[in-house]
């Protein structure tokens, strides 16, 4: 609990920095992004069932008229491939130990609003919020293992489910503008509503949070 107190606290530092670099913020360019990025789990949920993966994405951030390009309308969409995840099981009436092995594919299309400068300056930090569309793909198999032969274990494949959630993100960063590109890093904290797991012989459905790292390249729109 202290852990996520203290990541969030510093989230909220570092996006109350931005906001104050961002005050001197004047022109108005329009960029994308292409990054690569890291998601940790961040709670029981999340971790009970993924590792953190590895994945990509692209998005946009357009100036709104009247702002001095200060605040920005974003959309993206991104996708990360979460490593498999075993988890361990008594069954209540054989007695006998099962593993449920999890792998999942997120995909994330959100859209919201950034507030950070967009010009001609170097340093261009930015805090953003986002509402967002969440695509799980979730393969679930389980094993009875045998300890004494491994390659004697029962194995059986569950289910293949694709489901929807829906959910929001937070986040800061900062673009370093070269001119005609950039790099462009930084972390949001991503929570997902009412997500379906398999829980031994029921079905239940879960809240996983995670915490998104990322690192990109990114490029003006001129228009």
Known sequence: ????????????????????????????????????????????????????????????SWPLGGTQGMLSAIAGIEVTSLLSKVKTFQDQLTGLRVEQHTDQVY???FVGGELGPHGNGFLEPYANAALGLVFYGISTDVVVP?????????????????????GWSAGTGVNLNFGRWGIDGGVRFLQQYGVPQQLGDGAVTIQPSYFQYRLGVSVPIRH
């Open 107 to 109: 995909g994330r299309l």
């Open 1 to 60: 609990m202290r852990a996520r107190q203290s990541r969030a606290a510093t989230l909220l530092l570092l996006a109350l920095t931005a906001v104050g670099f961002a005050a001197r913020a004047t022109a108005a360019t329009p960029r994308a992004t292409l990054y690569g990025l890291r998601l940790d789990p961040a709670d029981a949920n999340a971790r009970d069932f993924s590792k953190p993966g590895f994945g990509g994405g692209i998005d946009v």
């Open 146 to 166: 045998d300890d004494a032969n491994r390659q004697n274990s029962i194995n059986q494949h569950l289910s293949d489910q694709n489901e929807a959630a829906f």
